[in-house]
């Protein structure tokens, strides 16, 4: 099975500023997600990265706030811009070989705090 | 819409029990079903998925779901608990391309 990596691991930053996560999957993909799981609650779909072409944002969250990019199909980044304490998540990309339902493997996350 | 619903927020069991873990969903046509398990500061590991057939589902680390259209749950199992069992544990459903997931089963292990 394809092995998937978040950088960074963590991180601790200040409002107003913007952090970029990568994620790497070591071979190509179909598809790819970003989720945030906030303190405490289940995981939610931000947007699906399309290859080539703008994401697909769900419900509540907008490309302005969370840009993503997908050059390719090995390799995402979500940015989380403008930051304020509510962003304080853990943010987690996953993969999938074929379809949207197929299974879905997940990265290990980046901790994210916003102080 | 689509939901998920694990109604034990944190269940404790003791080292060598057995162990149930609830999920029911909600969906209009035949869901797919998974478990994921969540170490503490790691990512989430697929723990088996159901997705046709059998509807007695083996997945990893000797754990089981069985899926009950009936009751509309699919509730994961294992027999015997073991330390490293300590995690949370999400169950989710595929809805449109999404996966919705539920709010997660907090497991401790008691020695």
């Known amino acids: 099975s394809a092995v998937i990596s978040q950088k960074p691991s963590r991180d601790i930053c200040q409002r107003g500023t913007s952090l970029t996560i990568q994620c790497q999957v070591d071979?190509?993909?179909?598809?790819m997600f970003w989720y945030r799981q906030q303190p405490g609650q289940s995981l939610t779909l931000i947007a699906t990265a399309n290859q080539g072409s703008e994401a697909t944002y769900e419900s509540g969250f907008v490309i302005d706030k969370f840009p993503i990019s997908r050059p390719n199909l090995t390799f995402s980044t979500l940015t989380v811009s403008n930051m304020s304490p509510e962003d304080s998540s853990i943010y987690l990309c996953?993969?999938?070989?074929?379809?949207?339902?197929?299974?879905?493997?997940f990265g290990p996350g980046t901790r994210l705090t916003v102080l | 819409a689509q939901s998920v619903t694990q109604p034990d927020i944190h269940i404790t069991v003791s080292e060598g029990a057995s162990l149930e873990l609830r999920c029911n969903y909600s969906y209009g046509a035949t869901p797919y079903l998974f478990w994921y398990v969540q170490s503490p500061g790691q990512g989430l590991q697929l723990l088996l998925k159901?997705?046709?057939?059998?509807?007695l589902v083996q997945g990893i680390k000797g754990f089981e779901a069985e899926f009950k259209r009936s009751q509309s749950s699919f509730n994961l199992r294992k027999p015997s608990v073991h330390w490293s069992d300590a995690a949370e544990y999400f169950c989710a459903v595929e809805g449109q391309g999404n996966l919705i997931f539920g709010k997660g089963t907090k497991l401790s292990v008691k020695p």
């Open positions: 996953s993969f999938t070989r074929g379809a949207a339902t197929d299974t879905q493997y």
């Open positions: 071979s190509q993909v179909t598809m």
């Open positions: 159901y997705f046709s057939g059998d509807t």
